[in-house]
């Protein structure tokens, strides 16, 4: 070294790690786009242009532009901004410059990232009002790549590969390349590489930047630029009054839709079945929230004072049933867009952040409104019947922080005070809905009662009519029938009415049932770490005594007990995805129809082994649940009966079921080995199994009884019906809760 | 006359014979017995016809369906004997205890609450602690000192106060054992004696 009494080291880093965290921080590519357009925002444009030229293919012509009328920058912004990773000016300056002094709502500094993950090359035009010559950089990322590859090759020549008349550099970027040669020959840093810049000329008024981005790394349809579109009309809050504007245009020289610019504006909301909204007033401390006036039936407002997270105005949009339809008919069932509740600061979108996502399943769920439901499906709303946007301000509510992910608030207690009020208003119009449905069917039975006494009031007067004029009597009979007919008509209308009354209550409380899913994710973690417990248990076994020869038998024993235990959870696993999706798909089937399916399935196999199967299932029950959930109890239970059966004569599995009461009984039999009186309970526990040599893991009756219990019905062992031995299970769905 | 062999129970329905944690105790502690009990009233028994030896309990949690919980073993291995270590292991994660049954097991002096996921080497050690801690103690070594003395020898009187109480060697571990004032002082007392001893020689106990 040069002067080892000053010796120093520096950071440095190499392209690969730059895009690394591009990836980490930009998901996609329209949260890219549109952390590009709230750049353009934080440049107080009043207009910004996005021109999407020739992307429906890739071709070296695909083109986005960005392009707004904002303050524009100089040399020194892009050498000492925009082009140094990790800094953000508007992190020091967190408000855009005079006039406008706007909410910087780009706060980390990651445009560059953005542009990366669009395309491989950008042109950057940037121009400040009243200079004469606009600034135009070029950074070329496949000059990047190409410079990574070639390295190894080029070695001797080391030069900083500099393209173009003019290197943009700092001093420390000079001094890099000095060193490059002696010190660091095999890395190529990305602070070494140069990006050419030149001035054009420009007229005097013109302001703003322009981003133009080439080698486009994906096509984009006209369906990419819809959600575009629809997320960009999040970016502004529709209420909050924006002023100066934030107008943004899409344009597309390939696609019908935007040919002509189009502006981008939220939609106004159309069709919502009802709404409401809450203000507030600083000078007297006051805020309002809403309630539900229940004798009334209606939500009202109410004044409370100004909550520790401060004053917010909300506005919520509910969309019963038939709003919901019509708006599907307008929007093409594009479910997306009744999308919960959003948080506006300052009038522009703070949460949930911009990050596209297709599936509505998919969606970060903030709030937290969606995991309520698991509680009460029924009656608590999700963020797909509700479309909510709640304004706040930096001043205001400055104890709401956003958190450094971008993707939420940071949890405080003001902040969870605020998600809680925002849970508390959405619950409002739970009551409405519960009131509602309430409302709806006691006016239907009302109404068909009352048709029923309107056509017997009618027929009665007839009779008296025909009584006083007995000649009419042959004229008024026709009609005297036709009475009779529509009486007994309403009459079945009635009866059908209140089946179907039954029917929902029987459907709900089905439903319900299905909600102990966190019982279900207690007993498998307690599965895994069962199992886990063991194999590793055996495996540390290995780890401390292998090799030994007089340990030799154990090694031999814990290597096929792992094999076995991790099949056994590989089974537990399987289980446990089974519940996985969030959406559990459900339909109307009929047990004894799926029983008979599941028995025919089996044909082969119970034909193999010798297995006469039975099936005497007296009535149809339809019931609404996840038919695979369903079907897993009977081929457990199938499953089980075959190897009870295994060393037996003359073999039967049977399957009987009938109503009673309010419930499905089911039977399944079989003239096995049968269950010890002792074990009648532990049978059902996880892990019991008397047949571990033929494949028992203890899983199979321990699914059933999850899986019965999850439709709240129960199963039990009962004395065998098939003689002399053998096993009955029995199997209790009922109707009601 | 006691066993001086040192007891490793362990009960858990859900372990066979080869289990490693077996085998490793075994291994470790050659000259101890490690003994397997799957029904906790076998477990149980067994602690009650060995209340005269060394032992250290590995309790499972969940005994499974229809059987007592560990909590309920531990609480009436506890009705007979302060002096076993207890070691309680869960399949569950700690936080699905209930923190009253937490309290029992910190009130009633268990020796540690572990996730049967720990390592066979933590499990060792822990037992390799309680065995140390079973060795010191002075109720235990004092018990053990008892047993080996002749019947006779255990109820001769051994000790006068001078307010006149006399006390056999077993009387005052039983005060020990009930942390009763007296025990306490005996305890203390004794444990001054050793490092009395240590230090000095020999010197009568003070028995004021």
């Known amino acids: 070294m040069d002067n080892p009494q000053n010796n120093t080291l520096k950071w440095r880093f190499d392209v690969s790690t730059f895009r690394l965290i591009g990836r980490e921080l930009i998901t996609d590519r329209i949260t890219a786009l549109f952390e590009l357009v709230k750049n353009c925002y934080d440049a107080n444009s009043t207009r910004v242009d996005v021109i999407f030229e020739n992307v429906s293919s890739i071709n070296p012509d695909s083109k986005i532009t960005i392009k707004d009328n904002g303050y524009g920058m100089r040399f020194e912004d892009i050498r000492d901004k925009w082009m140094v990773i990790g800094t953000s000016s508007k992190r020091k300056e967190p408000y855009s410059p005079e006039p406008f002094k706007r909410r910087c709502v780009g706060e980390k500094g990651i445009g560059r990232f953005a542009v990366d993950k669009l395309g491989n090359k950008v042109n950057i035009l940037t121009k400040k009002a009243g200079e004469n010559q606009k600034l135009n950089v070029e950074i070329d990322w496949n000059k990047y790549e190409t410079s990574f590859q070639q390295l190894g090759e080029e070695q001797e020549e080391n030069k900083a590969i500099i393209s173009g008349d003019v290197a943009l550099k700092s001093n420390m970027q000079e001094s890099s390349i000095m060193q490059r040669k002696d010190v660091q020959e095999e890395i190529i840093l990305f602070t070494d590489i140069e990006n050419k810049y030149q001035y054009e000329n420009a007229e005097t008024n013109m302001q703003g930047t322009t981003l133009v981005i080439s080698g486009i790394r994906e096509i984009w349809t006209d369906k990419d630029i819809d959600r575009l579109y ?31 610019e189009t502006i981008v504006k939220a939609d106004s909301i159309q069709f919502a079945s009802h709404s409401a909204n809450i203000e507030f007033n600083k000078e007297k401390q006051i805020q309002e929230e809403l309630y539900f006036d229940k004798d009334e039936g209606v939500i009202k407002t109410r004044e409370i004072p100004i909550q520790p997270f401060g004053a917010i105005s909300m506005r919520l949009y509910y969309f019963n049933e038939s709003a919901k339809k019509q708006y599907h008919t307008k929007y093409k069932n594009d479910e997306t867009r009744i999308d919960g509740v959003k948080i506006y600061r300052d009038g522009l979108i703070s949460t949930p952040f911009a990050e596209f996502e297709a599936h509505p399943d998919k969606k970060r769920d903030i709030l937290g409104i969606d995991k309520r439901l698991w509680r009460d499906i029924f009656n608590r709303l999700s963020t797909r019947d509700i479309i909510g946007i709640v304004d706040i301000t930096k001043e205001s509510n400055s104890k709401i922080i956003d958190a450094t992910n971008r993707q939420d608030f940071v949890d405080n207690e003001e902040y969870r005070k605020l998600k809680q009020f925002i849970i508390s208003q959405i619950d409002v119009f739970s009551e409405l809905r519960i009131y509602e449905r309430e409302k709806k069917k006691t006016n239907v039975a009302d109404e068909l009662k009352k048709a029923s006494e309107d056509v017997q009031d009618f027929v009665k007067t007839i009779e008296v009519i025909e009584t006083n004029y007995p000649s009419l009597k042959q004229e008024l009979s026709p009609l005297k029938r036709q009475a009779k007919q529509v009486d007994s008509a309403v009459k079945k209308g009635l009866s059908e009415q209140k089946k179907a009354e039954k029917e929902f209550l029987r459907k709900e409380n089905i439903y319900l049932s299905l909600m102990s899913l966190q019982d279900y994710a207690a007993n498998m973690s307690h599965a895994v770490r ?112 075959i190897k009870a059966l ?90 009601k809760k | 006359m006691a066993d001086s062999k040192l007891n490793i129970i362990v009960i858990d329905d859900n372990v066979k014979k080869t289990d490693p944690l077996l085998v490793q105790l075994q291994l470790n502690f050659k000259d101890a017995n490690v003994i397997l009990k799957e029904k906790a009233k076998d477990g149980l028994e067994y602690i009650i016809d060995n209340l005269n030896s060394k032992m250290i309990v590995l309790l499972d949690y969940d005994l499974g369906v229809g059987e007592p919980t560990g909590t309920e073993i531990f609480l009436k291995i506890r009705e007979k004997t302060a002096l076993l270590y207890v070691i309680i292991i869960t399949a569950k994660l700690i936080d699905d205890i209930p923190n009253k049954e937490l309290v029992t097991y910190i009130n009633r002096d268990a020796l540690a609450v572990i996730d049967k996921t720990t390592s066979l080497e933590d499990k060792i050690t822990l037992v390799k602690n309680a065995i140390h801690t079973l060795d010191v103690r002075v109720d235990c070594v004092l018990e053990q000192w008892i047993s080996n003395h002749s019947e006779d020898e255990q109820n001769d009187p051994y000790l006068t106060t001078t307010t006149g109480e006399t006390y056999t060697l077993k009387d005052i571990l039983m005060e020990i054992r009930q942390q009763s004032a007296f025990g306490h002082k005996m305890e203390r007392n004794i444990m001054m004696l050793a490092v009395d001893l240590l230090t000095r020689g020999k010197k009568q106990v003070s028995n004021d």
């Open chain 1, 230 to 260: 629809k997320e960009l009309t999040k970016l502004v809050s529709p209420f909050y009054p924006l002023n100066p504007p934030f107008d943004i245009y899409i344009s597309s020289n390939e696609y019908s839709a935007y040919n002509e």
């Open chain 1, 530 to 641: 069962t199992s886990l417990g063991k194999i590793k248990d055996k495996a540390e076994f290995f780890k401390l005594h292998y090799p030994s020869s007089k340990l030799e038998e154990f090694f031999k024993l814990y290597a096929i007990e792992i094999y076995e235990e991790m099949n056994v959870l590989n089974k537990v696993i399987n289980y446990m995805l089974s519940y996985a999706g969030s959406n559990i798909p459900f339909d109307d089937f009929d047990v004894k129809k799926l029983i008979e399916n599941l028995f025919a399935e089996y044909q082969f196999r119970f034909k193999n082994e010798n297995i006469t199967p039975k099936i005497e299932i007296r009535d149809n029950f339809i019931i609404n649940a996840n038919r695979q959930f369903f079907a897993d109890i009977f081929q457990n239970l199938i499953d089980n009966s």
């Open chain 1, 646 to 735: 295994k060393e037996k004569g003359n073999k039967i599995i049977k399957c009987s079921g009938y109503i009673e009461n309010d419930s499905f009984i089911l039977f399944f039999s079989d003239n096995g080995i049968g269950i010890k009186e002792e074990d009648r309970k532990k049978v059902f526990e996880l892990y019991h199994t008397t047949t571990a040599e033929d494949g028992g893991a203890g899983l199979g009756l321990f699914i059933v009884k999850t899986r019965i219990e999850a439709l709240k019905g129960s199963v039990e062992v009962v004395d065998n019906e098939l003689l002399p031995t053998g096993a009955t299970i029995k199997i209790t769905l009922p109707f």
